[in-house]
């Protein structure tokens, strides 16, 4: 009898499916309110949004860029210099006044002056711009590669969300359909408890039969109970996916019920999962990156940078703006390592490991990903064939169940012999239906896997 109870919990799956093939108009508003408003897809998306930024900023650098800068000091004290102009010059001005009968040179006083300028202002323009820097042209191909990784990381995250908002409703469907069964199985056991009072009343039974009617009873309460709770947790699971409240109820779609399995070409499906699927496509975008660094690098072994800039202003003591303190310069500037202790080889060489890894690494996803769809393919396979083997096997139970429900009502049966018929026949529907499941999850397995 627990394996019965088992069986019955999972008797609606027969009625559900993953695929596309008939798409559910709920569902699919369902899966994209999941899209637009599910936390973790959000996070990719800023994730992707800050990339583009940097995108936008290795473009900026192949522009010039302009400055402005001001500066006003005011200082007291700090090191200072002594000037003995006076010792120096005095005495020979004092002879050549004397030689001369003049006064016109004068007599000077020893200075001190401090290093910190005080009074003093630079205003100016600055501008620089890189005539050539391999740096600028290969970060901004490193960068746009990284955002094609991450669009292609966030799609493969959009699959996985929709077959998980899908799932996700199906296993509430589930819960759904199984409170029905067992509610529709209490109806069946109270009509037979109705029965057999009455075969007690008319002498025809003992109490026994009764008190076995309400064990049975007792038991679909309690599955009902659990299966309340249950239905609230898979409720809770959609909401959280989709980013609502809890607690907020969900449409059921019945048109799932009627859906059904499609075919599907086994080289078909190969080649469409290694055509489509994202991973692959993030990993191709992460190559792509790691040779673009390999190329820079590679670069910088044997490419200078070159510079041009230029800066105009004003300045000196006082703050004013005038010929005196107007000033104006250009620079041309050239850069090459000639020695670095061979860091650049060895940049050259750690840039190539990497690319030949993330190749070895593509080619081994590639594989996994053909085995994956042809594992699926095959499990899909044998799900069939079981299936139509548990059918066969229903058919006979129901003809049996249907000879000894007619005996017990008519008095030549024992009340155990019909319990046991009515245990073969659950059990070989829900052998049934848990067959036509297994196919149901087959199918939603290689459709993922096929990134369909």
């Given at each position: 009898m627990r394996t019965i109870r088992i069986f019955l919990l999972l008797v609606c799956l027969a009625c559900y499916h993953i695929t596309l093939a008939q798409p559910s108009a709920i569902l699919e508003a369902y899966v994209?309110?999941?899209?637009?408003?599910?936390?973790?897809?959000?996070?990719?998306?800023?994730?992707?949004?800050?990339?583009?930024?940097?995108?936008?900023?290795?473009?900026?650098?192949?522009?010039?860029?302009?400055?402005?800068?001001?500066?006003?000091?005011?200082?007291?004290?700090?090191?200072?210099?002594?000037?003995?102009?006076?010792?120096?010059?005095?005495?020979?001005?004092?002879?050549?006044?004397?030689?001369?009968?003049?006064?016109?040179?004068?007599?000077?006083?020893?200075?001190?002056?401090?290093?910190?300028?005080?009074?003093?202002?630079?205003?100016?323009?600055?501008?620089?711009?890189?005539?050539?820097?391999?740096?600028?042209?290969?970060?901004?191909?490193?960068?746009?590669?990284?955002?094609?990784?991450?669009?292609?990381?966030?799609?493969?995250?959009?699959?996985?969300?929709?077959?998980?908002?899908?799932?996700?409703?199906?296993?509430?469907?589930?819960?759904?359909?199984?409170?029905?069964?067992?509610?529709?199985?209490?109806?069946?056991?109270?009509?037979?408890?109705?029965?057999?009072?009455?075969?007690?009343?008319?002498?025809?039974?003992?109490?026994?039969?009764?008190?076995?009617?309400?064990?049975?009873?007792?038991?679909?309460?309690?599955?009902?109970?659990?299966?309340?709770?249950?239905?609230?947790?898979?409720?809770?699971?959609?909401?959280?996916?989709?980013?609502?409240?809890?607690?907020?109820?969900?449409?059921?779609?019945?048109?799932?019920?009627?859906?059904?399995?499609?075919?599907?070409?086994?080289?078909?499906?190969?080649?469409?999962?290694?055509a489509g699927r994202q991973e692959l496509a993030a990993l191709s975008a992460g190559q792509a990156a790691a040779e673009s660094v390999l190329k820079m690098n590679e670069a910088n072994r044997i490419l200078p940078d070159l510079y041009i800039g230029g800066q105009v202003g004003f300045q000196g003591f006082g703050y004013k703006f005038n010929g005196d303190q107007a000033y104006a310069l250009a620079q041309i500037g050239l850069s090459y390592d000639l020695f670095g202790g061979g860091m650049k080889n060895s940049k050259v060489q750690q840039a190539r490991i990497e690319t030949e890894k993330l190749r070895a690494q593509q080619d081994e996803v590639r594989q996994q990903i053909a085995l994956q769809v042809t594992q699926a393919s095959n499990e899909l396979e044998n799900a069939r064939n079981v299936w139509n083997t548990s059918r066969q096997g229903l058919v006979a139970a129901e003809e049996i169940f249907r000879i000894v429900n007619n005996k017990y009502r008519a008095n030549q049966a024992l009340l155990i012999e019909f319990l046991d018929a009515q245990n073969r026949v659950t059990a070989a529907r829900l052998q049934t239906v848990l067959a036509w499941a297994e196919v149901l999850v087959k199918e939603a397995e290689v459709r993922k896997a096929a990134g369909m």
């Open positions: 994209q309110e999941g899209l637009a408003n599910n936390l973790a897809l959000r996070q990719q998306s800023l994730d992707l949004q800050r990339s583009m930024e940097s995108v936008r900023q290795a473009r900026s650098l192949f522009f010039p860029t302009v400055q402005f800068n001001a500066t006003y000091t005011r200082a007291t004290g700090g090191r200072q210099i002594e000037l003995p102009l006076g010792d120096l010059l005095n005495p020979v001005y004092g002879t050549l006044n004397q030689l001369l009968q003049t006064n016109a040179f004068p007599t000077l006083e020893n200075r001190t002056e401090q290093f910190l300028p005080d009074d003093f202002h630079e205003t100016y323009l600055k501008v620089a711009y890189p005539l050539f820097n391999s740096d600028l042209k290969y970060n901004r191909k490193i960068q746009e590669h990284v955002v094609a990784s991450k669009v292609a990381t966030k799609a493969a995250y959009e699959h996985e969300l929709r077959y998980q908002i899908t799932d996700a409703y199906l296993r509430y469907l589930q819960t759904r359909e199984a409170e029905k069964i067992w509610l529709n199985s209490r109806e069946v056991l109270q009509e037979l408890r109705r029965f057999n009072e009455s075969l007690v009343k008319n002498n025809v039974a003992t109490r026994d039969v009764v008190a076995t009617a309400d064990y049975e009873l007792s038991k679909a309460e309690t599955e009902i109970f659990q299966l309340k709770s249950r239905q609230n947790t898979a409720r809770a699971y959609f909401n959280f996916l989709i980013n609502r409240d809890l607690q907020t109820d969900v449409v059921v779609d019945s048109t799932l019920l009627r859906q059904d399995v499609q075919a599907y070409d086994r080289a078909g499906l190969v080649q469409n999962a290694l």
